[in-house]
């Protein structure tokens, strides 16, 4: 199964349209937002898809009522970080960030080389990372946003194979 994967949206509706068209032509059966839509009509823009989503508040989503009802509408989940689950018999593990860029990547590595997950997903540098770390595969699709980096992307998983690939929308 095919999973798409993104991030730090701030907004962006042009970049939001982009990911979910790639996301439909590439036959993704289901969406993982890491946080920071901000409004809720982003949210509600790539939940137009009726692909299976699921996702996490970041730390620019003030308006976590509005985000909730959307999501609650539209029958898809939309959790508090971090947050565990199970897909394809592989353990997930979702959080936005933690502070700066380094102090988030020290406690995802920490995460990952716990060995309590198959998969660990992050967001909130802004900077795309598709790793292993002892047996953890750990992915940051990067922003759609675009602005900070100069890039828009987002990731794509194979969840049957554990592979995963960063691409530019």
Do not use: C, W
Not at 102 to 123: F, H, Q, W
């Amino acid at each position: 199964m095919l999973i798409g994967i993104m991030s730090d949206s701030h907004d962006n509706i042009a970049k939001i349209d982009a990911a979910m068209s790639f996301f439909s032509s590439s036959g993704v059966r289901m969406i993982i937002h890491l946080g920071d839509y901000v409004a809720p009509f982003s949210l509600a823009r790539i939940l137009r898809s009726g692909v299976r989503f699921v996702g996490i508040f970041g730390n620019n989503d003030g308006e976590k009522l509005g985000l909730r009802e959307i999501a609650v509408r539209a029958g898809q989940e939309l959790y508090e970080p971090p947050f565990e689950l199970e897909i394809g018999g592989k353990r997930v593990f979702m959080v936005h960030g933690y502070g700066s860029k380094e102090r988030t990547r020290a406690i995802i590595n920490s995460i990952a080389k716990s060995g309590d997950y198959d998969l660990v997903l992050y967001g909130h540098t802004h900077e795309p990372d598709v790793r292993v770390e002892k047996g953890t595969l750990i992915i940051n699709p990067g922003e759609v946003y675009g602005i900070l980096t100069g890039r828009s992307t987002v990731a794509v998983l194979d969840i049957s194979r554990m592979e995963a690939r960063i691409v530019e929308i």
